[in-house]
T-cell receptor, first 113, second 114 residues
């Protein structure tokens, strides 16, 4: 089955810096790649997603890139702010019918003022 | 985004009792919902896929008789932890899929079994 690896597990940056989180997946049939932000004790929130027919998607300070050949995708956060501090999960879906997501292990991002 | 509500948010029960957790899609119909378990500082582990009007599909290693799932309508799925034990204590989260294919999560339910 699908396996999603995520790096780094923790990431500390200064406010204003950029942060990059990378994920790799194993199943070439995966075609949907969302990113979720989870604050402590709260639900994961979808922040951006990308489908396999595009290579990059941007939404204000957040962007996601996808390299289908290498089977990896990345989350880029520019001009980080303390409120960006949270755990970020990438995920991949191999089943467009039921959107069964396989999650990465998570990255704890800490943005220091 | 779409709204998924989960209830209760916290529940404490005695060992041996059963606990029911509800997951509702408030502003859309969801033929498919998912149940996850999350351990502290860990990722979300998919437990089962809940399909309206049919039996749930469980992931390998998840006990069907332990974690009963019912998807009685297009807006409601329930997870019942039967004969709960302390090792079942965890954060349980549901998610529901919109017609556009996006997944939205419930608030989660923290179960503590004494």
């Amino acid at each position: 089955g699908e396996n999603v690896e995520q790096h780094p597990s923790t990431l500390s940056v200064q406010e204003g810096d950029s942060a990059v989180i990378k994920c790799t997946y194993s199943d070439s049939a995966s075609n949907y790649f969302p990113w979720y932000k989870q604050e402590l004790g709260k639900r994961p929130q979808l922040i951006i997603d990308i489908r396999s027919n595009v290579g990059e998607k941007k939404d204000q300070r957040i962007a996601v890139t996808l390299n289908k050949t290498a089977k990896h995708f990345s989350l880029h956060i520019t001009e980080t702010q303390p409120e960006d501090s949270a755990v970020y999960f990438c995920a991949a879906s191999t089943d467009t019918g039921f959107q069964k997501l396989v999650f990465g292990t998570g990255t704890r991002l800490l943005v220091s003022p | 985004g779409a709204v998924v509500s989960q209830h209760p948010s916290r529940v404490i029960c005695k060992s041996g009792t059963s606990v029911k957790i509800e997951c509702r899609s408030l502003d859309f119909q969801a033929t498919t919902m998912f149940w996850y378990r999350q351990f502290p500082k860990k990722s979300l582990m998919l437990m089962a896929t809940s399909n309206e009007g049919s039996k749930a599909t469980y992931e390998q290693g998840v006990e069907k008789d332990k974690f009963l799932i019912n998807h009685a309508s297009l807006t409601l799925s329930t997870l019942t932890v039967t004969s709960a034990h302390p090792e079942d204590s965890s954060f349980y989260i549901c998610s529901a899929r919109t017609e556009a294919g996006e997944l939205f999560f419930g608030e989660g339910s923290r179960l503590t079994v004494l």
